[in-house]
């Protein structure tokens, strides 16, 4: 199957036409270049607060809440264009409400949409101190693992790529799918270091999308840089590197790549290493080290 990463840019809306023509045209590009699967960024649904004019855009904590307000319809164009193309899209994250409907703080979720038209959430785990504290947001519910037609499939938004442990609870998944959203180049290379190493440790494929460019009207998402990328184990049937695709920084555009779901079963259990069989090895081996005295 062919997957596509996005490198995308946020725009001013005038008007929710203009959003639904915005995502039909980076739908159809997609799927015109034989993509099945789709993956936005994070954040990328900030864009939906210009709807509420520039005094909601701009203010960090209304912004949050008029994104909240519009994901379900966000998620109906999602559905269509996914149906009328027969891809899965990963849409692009924003702040929603807990799903417990109790939450006073929004959370920051991705929406994983089928053909079907059947939707799975996925809320960020771990939150960077900038949405701890200026954007005064909230971890949300529980990681999942989506059993799909195209294999099974784990989301690790931005942050959470850099934390061995999450992906691990998701070591079933055959794709790892990565939104992220960076303002500097080296926090889009802490998130793709920790994609790639998500892929080595797990013998998956990891997919990794891109907020870009700039706006001047959301400090959350003032600056962007970043590109899609598709990382794999380096070993057998892979790219020497792990690194099946990447785009150009900052160019908006969608960055494909083939994958072989036999590959993957493959590497897991012919693979010149074994790291998602050995993973257990560690087990009595990453506790306090011996003190060994050397002067």
């Known amino acids: 199957m062919k997957v596509a990463a996005a490198a995308y840019p946020l725009d001013w809306l005038d008007s929710w036409s203009q959003y639904e023509d915005k995502i039909s045209t980076w739908v159809a590009d997609a799927a015109g270049q034989g993509a099945e699967l789709l993956v936005f960024p994070e954040y990328g649904a900030m864009e939906l607060a210009t709807l509420d004019g520039r005094e909601t855009a701009q203010d960090l904590q209304?912004?949050?809440?008029?994104?909240?307000?519009?994901?379900?319809?966000?998620?109906?164009?999602?559905?269509?264009?996914?149906?009328e193309y027969g891809v899965h899209i990963l849409a692009a994250s924003g702040p929603a409400?807990?799903?417990?409907?109790?939450?006073?703080?929004?959370?920051?979720?991705?929406?994983l949409i089928t053909p079907?038209?059947?939707?799975?959430?996925?809320?960020?785990?771990?939150?960077?101190?900038?949405?701890?504290?200026?954007?005064?947001?909230?971890?949300?519910?529980?990681?999942?693992?989506?059993?799909?037609?195209?294999?099974?499939?784990?989301?690790?938004?931005?942050?959470?790529?850099?934390?061995?442990?999450?992906?691990?609870?998701?070591?079933?998944?055959?794709?790892?799918?990565?939104?992220?959203?960076?303002e500097a180049r080296t926090g889009h290379s802490r998130v793709r270091i920790g994609s790639m190493a998500r892929a080595l440790e797990n013998q998956c494929v990891s997919v990794m999308a891109s907020l870009v460019?700039?706006?001047?009207?959301?400090?959350?998402?003032?600056?962007?840089?970043?590109r899609g990328g598709?990382?794999?184990?380096?070993?057998k049937g892979f790219p020497d590197s792990g690194v099946l695709a990447e785009g150009v920084f900052d160019v908006p555009a969608w960055t494909c790549a083939?994958?072989?779901?036999?590959?993957?079963?493959?590497?897991?259990?012919?693979?010149?290493?074994?790291?998602?069989?050995?993973?257990?090895?560690?087990?009595?081996?990453?506790?306090?080290p011996d003190m060994i005295e050397l002067r």
């Open 258 to 288: 083939e994958v072989e779901p036999g590959l993957i079963h493959r590497v897991r259990s012919e693979g010149v290493v074994l790291n998602r069989a050995h993973w257990a090895d560690q087990s009595g081996r990453d506790g306090t």
């Open 62 to 83: 209304k912004s949050c809440w008029a994104v909240a307000d519009r994901l379900e319809e966000a998620d109906k164009v999602h559905v269509t264009l996914a149906a």
């Open 116 to 182: 079907t038209g059947q939707i799975g959430v996925q809320d960020k785990q771990i939150l960077i101190p900038y949405e701890r504290d200026q954007m005064d947001m909230d971890p949300g519910g529980p990681l999942r693992l989506f059993d799909t037609a195209l294999g099974k499939i784990g989301v690790l938004i931005c942050y959470d790529s850099e934390f061995p442990l999450l992906a691990h609870a998701l070591t079933e998944a055959d794709l790892l799918l990565v939104p992220s959203a960076t």
């Open 230 to 235: 598709i990382f794999g184990p380096p070993d």
């Open 97 to 111: 409400r807990a799903e417990s409907g109790t939450g006073t703080k929004p959370v920051n979720r991705a929406r």
């Open 213 to 226: 460019g700039e706006v001047d009207w959301n400090e959350a998402v003032e600056v962007n840089t970043g």
